[in-house]
């Protein structure tokens, strides 16, 4: 008997998802193209947070942080940028991301600084998840609005 004519469509595993090749499409180079604009861009930060630049220790002085607490933060950012950066675990490294990006929006909310860090965050997110979902056929499944 053959188990999957058995099988409600809905409990028929997707094979155009789980055992399809990679695709090296123009989305998925966007995909990447943007995912790696942004590993730069967070590389940048944690670095300078790591580096403790003066610039950066002032800004976070005046947010409520310690040398210590920008010193954990960046290496915090930097393990989840390289989470996000390594394909086998770039959905963890995403989740971390935004749940960093979240913190650094209640951060700017609670000191008043305004709509533009908090729309600048709020932004990252969303081009955190874009950039995998372009990447990665599963991701995209997850978070595209379905019809």
């Not at 188990?3 to 028929?12: D, F, G, H, K, V």
């Amino acid at each position: 008997m053959n188990l999957e004519a058995t099988m409600s469509p809905a409990a028929t595993p997707d094979r155009s998802i789980t055992n399809s090749a990679p695709t090296t499409s123009k989305r998925v180079w966007v995909g990447r193209v943007l995912s790696g604009l942004l590993v730069l861009f967070f590389l940048f930060d944690a670095g300078c947070k790591l580096l403790r630049l003066k610039m950066v220790l002032e800004a976070s002085a005046k947010l409520g942080f310690s040398e210590n607490a920008i010193v954990a933060i960046g290496a915090i950012l930097l393990l989840c940028t390289i989470a996000y950066a390594v394909p086998r675990t770039a959905v963890l490294g995403a989740v971390l991301l935004t749940g960093y990006l979240g913190g650094a929006i209640c951060t700017h909310v609670r000191s008043f600084e305004g709509a533009f860090p908090i729309v600048f965050a709020s932004v990252f997110g969303i081009l955190v998840w874009l950039g995998l979902g372009l990447r990665d056929d599963r991701v995209l499944a997850l978070i595209a609005p379905r019809a």
